[in-house]
């Protein structure tokens, strides 16, 4: 499945899942085993962890914490990766890749209201407002990531300013805000074994 986890580069002719859709190996086009059962549950698990660029431990405290918080435990957790402040730079466009975002977090160049943050797991709350630093604001990279979001679409949950150098988080996002479709509940089963 395609998890546009290079960027612009997965919109285009260039991305491997268009070039060679079989697994890898001499016998990648030959053999295809149907996956059941646990293997299901641990394809959507990876999945969702490449999707946000998490580790193991990471994702099993997101899991814990979704299970303590009131709700449906799937759709919080995906509500919590969703938040992340890295997230919420690639879904702003102020970069055209999870990763991107994350190193501009980790470099110090996005503010949230007037502080600067450098951790990318920051969990960003209705009302925030995120932008870039002065300094950024004027790199042609983050005018290249403007617009190849703008015919990305921006979810409901944010709001992008007219200058394009800072964004607001108007909600919380749900599940319908989710770009990718994924079965959380095939997560909240394979952790509660």
Same mark, same amino acid.
């Given at each position: 499945?395609?998890?546009?986890?290079?960027?612009?580069?997965?919109?285009?002719?260039?991305?491997?899942? /268009?070039? %060679?859709?079989?697994?890898?190996?001499?016998?990648?086009?030959?053999?295809? &085993? #149907?996956? =059941?059962?646990?293997? @299901?549950?641990?394809?959507?698990?990876?999945?969702?962890?490449?999707?946000?660029?998490?580790?193991?431990?990471?994702?099993?405290?997101?899991?814990?914490?979704?299970?303590?918080?009131?709700?449906?435990?799937?759709?919080?957790?995906?509500?919590?990766? /969703?938040? %992340?402040?890295?997230?919420?730079?690639?879904?702003?466009?102020?970069?055209? &890749? #999870?990763? =991107?975002?994350?190193? @501009?977090?980790?470099?110090?160049?996005?503010?949230?209201?007037?502080?600067?943050?450098?951790?990318?797991?920051?969990?960003?709350?209705?009302?925030?407002?995120?932008?870039?630093?002065?300094?950024?604001?004027?790199?042609?990279?983050?005018?290249?990531?403007?617009?190849?979001?703008?015919?990305?679409?921006?979810?409901?949950?944010?709001?992008? &300013?007219?200058?394009?150098?800072?964004?607001?988080?108007?909600?919380?996002?749900?599940?319908?805000?989710?770009?990718?479709?994924?079965?959380?509940?095939?997560?909240?089963?394979?952790?509660?074994?």
């Amino acid at each position: 499945m395609k998890l546009f986890l290079k960027g612009e580069r997965c919109f285009g002719p260039k991305c491997a899942i /268009e070039k %060679r859709n079989f697994a890898p190996g001499a016998h990648g086009k030959t053999r295809r &085993s #149907r996956i =059941q059962g646990y293997g @299901l549950q641990l394809r959507e698990k990876q999945k969702v962890k490449r999707t946000y660029g998490l580790l193991e431990k990471q994702f099993r405290l997101y899991f814990e914490r979704a299970e303590k918080t009131r709700g449906i435990t799937g759709e919080v957790l995906l509500q919590s990766l /969703e938040r %992340r402040l890295d997230n919420t730079v690639y879904r702003l466009g102020f970069a055209t &890749s #999870r990763p =991107q975002a994350r190193l @501009l977090v980790r470099h110090g160049h996005v503010r949230v209201g007037e502080r600067r943050v450098n951790i990318p797991s920051y969990s960003v709350r209705e009302g925030d407002q995120v932008s870039m630093s002065t300094k950024y604001s004027k790199h042609p990279n983050l005018e290249h990531s403007l617009d190849v979001a703008r015919s990305r679409g921006l979810p409901k949950w944010l709001e992008l &300013s007219a200058e394009g150098i800072s964004g607001k988080v108007v909600s919380l996002p749900s599940r319908e805000d989710l770009e990718l479709s994924f079965q959380e509940q095939l997560i909240v089963e394979l952790y509660s074994k």
